[in-house]
């Protein structure tokens, strides 16, 4: 039996009943299209979170206080109230650690902000100057934080985007007009622009002030709340953590690395922790989405166990005229094949609207990658084979003379 | 052409065995119109099966154009079939929503006939059965039963087989019909050369064939020639 003929007949038959072949393939189209879409919903979200973690910087180092720990005991504080890190440690390190481009000590803490008749809550970010450079961050409008104003503990502020929209409204140039922060008065000398990314803690929703007036006037201390270091390249990473780690240490008068009282980790180790959270959240979105496929399937098996008990005479006749066992079966096996052919095909259609619509709404960007449709593909000419195995092979083996007088 | 000798067919059901052929022999030589004839559970039914490449003989020999069929593979009485009988069975057999044309070029897919060919020999072989060509493109489920026998019948002469066995072809038509499809049978026995063996249990169908073949409990009762033969006369 010639190929063109098989998809003749193929054709014949499924079109003989419309309404059925359809609410079949329905089954597949739902579940095709649940893969690519969860699929896509999954990675969007991973490639959101990494690019709002390469957001952050690059060939990054952070060093935040950690769990202060006597020795033999197992309570340890929370890693907020810690206070480990000072300004101090920050200078040895710039000083000492040749492998650090730059380093940024900083402080963050939430606090009351006023501007002409508008109130927000906003983290307040006390930096220096190199904090742009080490933390992408660019200028909008005016300049950020010199080393000057940290020297002299100046009361000025650069703000967020989104800091700036929420006390000035859209659009405005909020430089050269004043806030209060914590009832102190502050100068706004500069906007930062926008760095999108809502995923790790928003980047725009800041107002950055110099380290030494967060301390003076704010939090009445000298302690930091994370030293960030930028590596020259991404390929000493791994020797500057180690440098810093020893450097401090040593500066705390610790000898026992496990009980250092600060936590060091780099960009890298947080993009890859969050990789494999991601992947595991795709993956359980398209396993969820694979069990509807599943149900698809069977329902592409009872139609084509059904589908042969009907055409059994039909089969009986086709074996009498000199169709050999090997002939029904394929034809039977295309059938289910191409069930779940074209009901993958519009799936993958499917699940590329919603995809598309689900990034309309703006919720989350999503990402169709070729693997996942080549991969539905795959899945869904699997399953006709796997579920149209059984009824061919059933149509195959009937004896032409039982199928013949089959009522 | 076709020699079957000390046939035998047992069917085993359980532990009851039941001998449907007790021992048959005869030959039918190309160009005969013979009618197989019997009453239910004579065991013509089974004998046509056997006659078809349907089924094997449980013992005994039967050859076909000199070949010895009676211990083949399934695939290779397939291709037995296919290339060498035509059937028209009681109960017309037609795929359903198909045109007239498609149902008679099914046998031409399997045999691996090219595309160009199949129209045409479609279309002889429904002149040969004396269809109305305005009718080839309708579908079989439009038809009456007289023109559905005559698809079922061009249907067994497109391959151009050496042998026709019809199973009861008139049993769901009415007389006068039947008539005209007998009559069929005898224009393309006599015009053609064709070999036909006709099963049937009636009387009045068998003698419309050239030599009757009785059949009674797996056993033949009589073999002869057909005294008083009907013939119908076709315009």
Redesign the interface.
């Given at each position: 039996?010639?190929t063109?003929?098989i998809l003749h007949?193929t054709y014949?038959a499924l079109a003989?009943n419309k309404v059925r072949s359809g609410l079949t393939m329905l089954g597949i189209i739902i579940g095709i299209s649940s893969v690519i879409a969860m699929v896509s919903i999954g990675q969007g979200a991973q490639a959101s979170i990494q690019s709002s973690i390469q957001s952050i910087g690059s060939n990054l180092i952070l060093i935040m206080p950690g769990q202060q720990r006597a020795p033999g005991a197992q309570v340890s504080a929370a890693r907020g109230s810690a206070r480990s890190l000072t300004l101090a440690d920050s200078e040895a390190i710039t000083k000492d650690i040749t492998l650090a481009k730059a380093v940024a000590p900083e402080t963050s803490s939430r606090y009351q902000v006023t501007s002409k008749g508008k109130n927000s809550n906003t983290s307040i970010v006390g930096t220096v100057a190199a904090y742009p450079s080490v933390r992408n961050v660019e200028m909008d409008m005016g300049t950020f934080i010199s080393e000057q104003n940290v020297k002299s503990l100046s009361k000025v502020a650069v703000l967020g985007a989104t800091a700036s929209e929420d006390l000035f409204g859209l659009d405005a140039n909020p430089v050269g007009q004043t806030i209060r922060i914590n009832s102190v008065v502050f100068k706004i000398i500069g906007v930062t622009k926008a760095k999108g990314g809502s995923g790790f803690g928003s980047q725009d929703d800041m107002i950055f002030i110099p380290i030494t007036s967060a301390q003076r006037f704010l939090a009445g201390d000298d302690y930091v709340s994370t030293i960030s270091v930028q590596a020259k390249d991404s390929e000493s990473m791994a020797e500057a953590q180690q440098q810093i780690t020893d450097l401090l240490l040593k500066n705390h008068h610790i000898t026992d690395p496990t009980l250092a009282d600060f936590s060091i980790m780099n960009q890298a180790d947080i993009l890859a922790t969050a990789s494999s959270i991601t992947g595991v959240f795709t993956i359980l979105l398209a396993a969820i989405a694979g069990i509807s496929l599943v149900v698809g399937g069977i329902g592409i098996m009872n139609m084509m166990l059904t589908t042969v008990t009907e055409r059994t005479?039909?089969i009986?006749?086709?074996?009498?005229?000199?169709?050999?066992?090997?002939?029904i079966n394929i034809q039977f096996l295309i059938e289910a094949v191409m069930l779940t052919f074209v009901g993958g095909v519009i799936g993958v259609l499917l699940g590329w609207g919603i995809s598309i619509g689900i990034s309309a709404t703006g919720l989350i960007q999503t990402q169709i990658t070729l693997s996942s449709v080549l991969l539905a593909f795959g899945v869904s000419a699997g399953i006709g084979i796997i579920f149209g195995y059984y009824p061919a092979r059933r149509a195959a083996m009937l004896n032409?003379?039982d199928a013949?007088r089959y009522e | 052409m076709i020699e079957i000798k000390d046939v035998t067919k047992t069917y085993q059901t359980g532990d009851i065995a039941f001998q449907a052929l007790k021992g048959v022999t005869f030959t039918i030589k190309e160009g005969e119109f013979v009618a197989i004839m019997g009453p239910s559970g004579s065991g013509k039914s089974t004998l046509m099966h056997i006659l078809g490449a349907l089924d094997t003989p449980t013992s005994g020999k039967y050859y076909l154009n000199n070949q010895d069929v009676s211990k083949l593979s399934e695939d290779h009485l397939a291709d037995i079939r296919r290339d060498q009988i035509g059937f028209v069975f009681q109960s017309f057999n037609l795929l359903p929503r198909a045109t007239v044309l498609r149902n008679v070029m099914v046998p031409l897919i399997y045999a691996e006939v090219k595309e160009e060919e199949r129209m045409t020999r479609a279309k002889e072989a429904l002149k040969a059965a004396g269809f109305d060509e305005s009718h080839f493109l309708h579908l079989s489920n439009q038809l009456s039963g007289g023109q559905i026998q005559r698809v079922a019948i061009a249907r067994a002469l497109v391959n151009n087989p050496k042998l026709i066995l019809a199973d009861e072809p008139t049993g769901n038509l009415d007389t006068k019909t039947g008539e005209i499809v007998l009559g069929t049978f005898q224009r393309l026995n006599e015009e053609l050369g064709r070999t036909i063996i006709l099963i049937t249990h009636e009387h009045d169908v068998a003698e419309h064939a050239k030599r009757i073949i009785h059949i009674r409990d797996g056993l033949i009762l009589s073999d002869s020639k057909t005294h008083n033969r009907r013939v119908i006369k076709h315009s």
């Open positions: 039996m010639k063109i003929d007949e014949a003989s005479r039909e009986g006749l086709r074996k009498a005229i000199g169709a050999k066992r090997a002939d032409p003379i013949l | -």
